[in-house]
Nanobody, 119 residues
């Protein structure tokens, strides 16, 4: 089992920044990939960014490239999402998720943290 707890969400004005954190515990040594997803009201959950814990490679959705950055602190078993130049359309509940070794998809999820971008 892996437990994930997100933090750092809140209300920010357009153009502002937030940093989300996701702290992992439990069998965190089994994590191979960490990711961030988001779900806006009335919309399906969408991929935001991911990072490999081993090779360190990262990917991100086109909608956030150049604005959001995912990073790991393997010593703390924590993953961050630095969000800059936020737009109203970034408003959503943000979830972190992990895929453990041998899993075919993300198999552990956090409870989510709300991000609201509004003036």
């Amino acid at each position: 089992q892996v437990q994930l707890v997100e933090s750092g969400g809140g209300l920010v004005r357009p153009g502002g920044s937030l940093r989300l954190s996701c702290a992992g515990s439990g069998r965190a040594f089994s994590i191979s990939t960490v990711g961030w997803f988001r779900q806006a009201p009335g919309k399906e959950r969408e991929f935001v960014a991911s990072s490999s814990r081993t090779g360190g490679s990262t990917t991100s959705a086109d909608s956030v490239k150049g604005r959001f950055t995912i990073s790991n602190d393997n010593a703390k078993i924590t993953v961050y999402l630095q969000m800059n130049s936020l737009k109203p359309e970034d408003k959503a509940v943000y979830y972190c998720a992990v895929r453990t070794m041998y899993a075919s998809d993300y198999n552990y999820w956090g409870q989510g943290t709300q991000v609201t971008v509004s003036s």
